[in-house]
């Protein structure tokens, strides 16, 4: 019998735009450094990733809409095993190709070092997948602690001890999340640090080595929970569908926002970004992973790179804040329906662009105080950013109105 | 009201749902549409509510063509969907403030207390929880009062009593009668016996 998946296929227009979207990024980002430098690119690329991969699983990979057939079709771990992998990799698979891109991508020197290249490629390949599989594993299996923690009379008191100590009420469900998000980032961040120093003191096979190593580390991790990831998967996936859902209540739903509040929203389109932005903030908390996005910035900038290098960093951050667009795509926050009948496709173009411009102040006055601080970027580098920036968010928005004007029954 | 000129709807060559149906529907008239499952009944509401496309023939609005103007035509409809699929993390409440400020409607102190009066009649106390809390029934009563909370002229609901209890579904044929009496088209699909008797002026058969 054929295996036939339950995943929606990707269409093959958007692979094939993203996959020249992402050549075009790599050749402009590396095309013309030397190798040493495109080594250098990849370790704090690969710093970012650890930090994004940590982070955003746990949203990759729950709620899963497919929960009730997998349910259906009772999948065994293996299959299981399998679907989740297809999962992820329908998400990441451009940063493989951006690695590829990296090294292969050399407009001076094509046929040089092509070794060395093929080293570093499969090796941060290795080290890249190794972390999602460790990032996999440890959320899949994080449900019935999350639960335990969420519900017990244990968490109960962790919740207030923490509101008493901090003056900040943490939800003691979302504790083993943020252990998984610890774990995960230092694992990354120390195969990558000991890589840069076995090089330097040893030998590039070293730093190899220890990209390898989290590789294997992430087989053994999916392996040792591998007996009872079903069983967790059902776990994790109840608990984070309540947790994404009735984490909404008590404090958060008192401090809402309200539409008065969009001084910055011309009126015709105020109450529809009003609801993008209600729902973005309780989906995620957007304001903290921006934050989080420039505190990486600043950490790249720190080290001193060149300032063409930290362009780009500029650059690659500023398309990152579109992701937010990609959400108010999901039918769970915008179901077509609804709405094709609260406004045109004109409207739905102009909200999702203009709910970006809130990040633009954030973006210019930290680039500034990197000019004023580091004296770079300069005037000419921010204007590019923001016209980037600007420019990605039509077309963003405007893939936004493909997929609703898609879902019409022709 | 709302006039079908030749309208035919296939998914696949050679295979219509329905073909050349040409009819009128009436303000203040209930029609209510029946037939067993798969015999086209959404895909009608759904042509209707310019959520599907048809193959061939025009739907008009008084002299608008709703596939050709979709924007100025649904600014008359409240829909109840045959999905449940609603935005998880709004509450009711703030849907429903979001519906009617985007049809321009809204005053200040007055919409908030229509809001509130519409969802106590429906008896929806978890108005300030987000949706994606909510049971199919709480779902369905959410949909519902975003549909009416407009006073539509049309109003399109493909089985809007699905779900309720039985307390809330007399509510609702009570908001519908007052709907239709107030000159609303009802366009209805729905199994339940009583609504053929109360609500509906006349009966659709599908299969057309």
Same mark, same amino acid.
């Given at each position: 019998?054929?295996?036939?998946?339950?995943?929606?296929?990707?269409?093959?227009?958007?692979?094939?735009?993203?996959?020249?979207?992402?050549?075009?990024?790599?050749?402009?980002?590396?095309?013309?450094?030397?190798?040493?430098?495109?080594?250098?690119?990849?370790?704090?690329?690969?710093?970012?990733?650890?930090?994004?991969?940590?982070?955003?699983?746990?949203?990759?990979?729950?709620?899963?809409?497919?929960?009730?057939?997998?349910?259906?079709?009772?999948?065994?771990?293996?299959?299981?095993?399998?679907?989740?992998?297809?999962?992820?990799?329908?998400?990441?698979?451009?940063?493989?190709?951006?690695?590829?891109?990296?090294?292969?991508?050399?407009?001076?020197?094509?046929?040089?070092?092509?070794?060395?290249?093929?080293?570093?490629? #499969?090796?941060?390949?290795?080290?890249?997948?190794?972390?999602?599989?460790?990032?996999? @594993?440890?959320?899949?299996?994080?449900?019935?602690?999350?639960?335990?923690?969420?519900?017990?009379?244990?968490?109960?008191?962790?919740?207030?001890?923490?509101?008493?100590?901090?003056?900040?009420?943490?939800?003691?469900?979302?504790?083993?999340?943020?252990?998984?998000?610890?774990?995960?980032?230092?694992?990354?961040?120390?195969?990558?640090?000991?890589?840069?120093?076995?090089?330097?003191?040893?030998?590039?096979? @070293?730093?190899?080595?220890?990209?390898?190593?989290?590789?294997?580390?992430?087989?053994?991790?999916?392996?040792?929970?591998?007996?009872?990831?079903?069983?967790?998967?059902?776990?994790?996936?109840?608990?984070?569908?309540?947790?994404?859902?009735?984490?909404?209540?008590?404090?958060?739903?008192?401090?809402?926002?309200?539409?008065?509040?969009?001084?910055?929203?011309?009126?015709?389109? =105020?109450?529809?970004?009003?609801?993008?932005?209600?729902?973005?903030?309780?989906?995620?908390?957007?304001?903290?992973?921006?934050?989080?996005?420039?505190?990486?910035?600043?950490?790249?900038?720190?080290?001193?790179?060149?300032?063409?290098?930290?362009?780009?960093?500029?650059?690659?951050?500023?398309?990152?804040?579109?992701?937010?667009?990609?959400?108010?795509?999901?039918?769970?926050? @915008?179901?077509?329906?609804?709405?094709?009948?609260?406004?045109?496709?004109?409207? %739905?173009?102009?909200?999702?662009?203009?709910?970006?411009?809130? %990040?633009?102040?954030?973006?210019?006055?930290?680039?500034?105080?990197?000019?004023?601080?580091?004296?770079?970027?300069?005037?000419?580098?921010?204007?590019?950013?923001?016209?980037?920036?600007?420019?990605?968010?039509?077309?963003?928005?405007?893939?936004?109105?493909?997929?609703?004007?898609?879902?019409?029954?022709? | 009201?709302?006039?079908?000129?030749?309208?035919?709807?296939?998914?696949?060559?050679?295979?219509?749902?329905?073909?050349?149906?040409?009819?009128?529907?009436?303000?203040?008239?209930?029609?209510?549409?029946?037939?067993?499952?798969? #015999?086209?009944?959404?895909?009608?509401?759904?042509?209707? #509510?310019?959520?599907?496309?048809?193959?061939?023939? #025009?739907?008009?609005?008084?002299?608008?063509?709703?596939?050709?103007?979709?924007?100025?035509?649904? =600014?008359?409809?409240?829909?109840?969907?045959?999905?449940?699929?609603?935005?998880?993390?709004?509450?009711?409440?703030?849907?429903?403030?979001?519906?009617?400020?985007?049809?321009?409607?809204?005053?200040?102190?007055?919409?908030?207390?229509?809001?509130?009066?519409?969802?106590?009649?429906?008896?929806?106390?978890?108005?300030?929880?987000?949706?994606?809390?909510?049971?199919?029934?709480?779902?369905?009563?959410?949909?519902?009062?975003? @549909?009416?909370?407009?006073?539509?002229?049309?109003?399109?609901?493909?089985?809007?009593?699905?779900?309720?209890?039985?307390?809330?579904?007399?509510?609702?044929? =009570?908001?519908?009668?007052?709907?239709?009496?107030? =000159?609303?088209?009802?366009?209805?699909?729905?199994?339940?016996?009583?609504?053929?008797?109360?609500?509906?002026?006349?009966?659709?058969?599908?299969?057309?």
């Amino acid at each position: 019998m054929s295996h036939r998946s339950i995943r929606a296929k990707l269409s093959k227009t958007a692979v094939a735009v993203t996959a020249l979207f992402v050549i075009a990024i790599g050749l402009f980002w590396t095309g013309y450094n030397s190798l040493d430098d495109r080594i250098i690119t990849l370790r704090y690329f690969l710093i970012a990733l650890t930090g994004l991969a940590a982070f955003s699983t746990p949203y990759l990979l729950f709620p899963d809409k497919n929960g009730a057939i997998i349910q259906l079709g009772n999948l065994s771990s293996s299959d299981l095993n399998r679907y989740l992998s297809g999962k992820i990799a329908s998400y990441t698979w451009p940063v493989f190709l951006l690695f590829g891109v990296i090294f292969f991508g050399d407009l001076n020197n094509p046929a040089e070092n092509l070794f060395l290249k093929l080293l570093y490629t #499969s090796g941060a390949s290795l080290l890249f997948a190794g972390l999602m599989m460790i990032s996999v @594993a440890r959320y899949v299996k994080s449900g019935p602690d999350s639960q335990f923690w969420k519900e017990s009379e244990k968490g109960r008191k962790l919740r207030k001890n923490m509101a008493d100590f901090f003056k900040y009420p943490i939800d003691p469900g979302s504790v083993p999340s943020l252990i998984n998000t610890i774990l995960i980032v230092l694992a990354g961040f120390l195969a990558i640090v000991a890589g840069a120093l076995m090089e330097q003191f040893v030998s590039v096979y @070293a730093e190899f080595l220890c990209m390898a190593a989290v590789f294997l580390g992430g087989v053994f991790t999916l392996r040792k929970y591998n007996p009872t990831i079903v069983r967790n998967f059902y776990s994790s996936n109840a608990f984070f569908r309540e947790f994404f859902g009735e984490s909404l209540k008590g404090e958060e739903l008192a401090a809402r926002r309200e539409v008065g509040q969009l001084w910055w929203v011309p009126a015709p389109i =105020k109450m529809h970004v009003w609801q993008f932005l209600v729902q973005l903030d309780r989906k995620i908390p957007s304001g903290r992973v921006v934050a989080a996005g420039h505190v990486l910035v600043w950490f790249i900038a720190y080290q001193r790179p060149e300032p063409e290098f930290l362009t780009v960093i500029w650059l690659l951050f500023a398309l990152v804040h579109h992701l937010f667009i990609l959400l108010t795509i999901q039918p769970e926050m @915008a179901p077509g329906w609804l709405l094709r009948w609260a406004g045109s496709t004109f409207i %739905w173009l102009t909200t999702r662009f203009w709910m970006q411009l809130r %990040w633009i102040v954030p973006l210019l006055l930290s680039m500034n105080a990197q000019l004023f601080i580091f004296g770079t970027p300069d005037f000419q580098s921010q204007s590019i950013v923001i016209s980037v920036y600007i420019a990605a968010a039509l077309i963003v928005s405007a893939a936004g109105v493909s997929v609703l004007k898609k879902e019409i029954k022709t | 009201m709302l006039k079908l000129n030749q309208i035919t709807k296939q998914y696949k060559a050679g295979k219509p749902i329905f073909s050349n149906i040409t009819r009128e529907f009436k303000p203040g008239k209930g029609y209510g549409l029946v037939g067993p499952n798969g #015999s086209g009944k959404t895909t009608f509401l759904r042509v209707l #509510s310019v959520n599907s496309f048809p193959t061939s023939g #025009s739907v008009m609005f008084k002299d608008l063509d709703i596939h050709q103007h979709p924007v100025q035509y649904l =600014k008359h409809v409240g829909l109840v969907h045959d999905e449940e699929t609603l935005p998880r993390h709004l509450t009711a409440s703030e849907l429903l403030e979001w519906i009617v400020r985007s049809r321009k409607l809204w005053k200040d102190g007055d919409s908030s207390d229509q809001i509130n009066a519409l969802l106590d009649k429906l008896a929806l106390e978890e108005r300030d929880e987000p949706i994606g809390t909510y049971s199919t029934g709480m779902k369905k009563k959410t949909q519902i009062a975003a @549909a009416f909370i407009v006073e539509p002229d049309i109003l399109i609901m493909d089985e809007p009593l699905r779900g309720l209890d039985q307390s809330t579904r007399e509510i609702v044929f =009570k908001m519908i009668v007052e709907a239709k009496s107030k =000159k609303t088209l009802i366009l209805m699909a729905s199994h339940s016996m009583r609504s053929v008797n109360e609500i509906f002026d006349e009966i659709v058969k599908f299969p057309l």
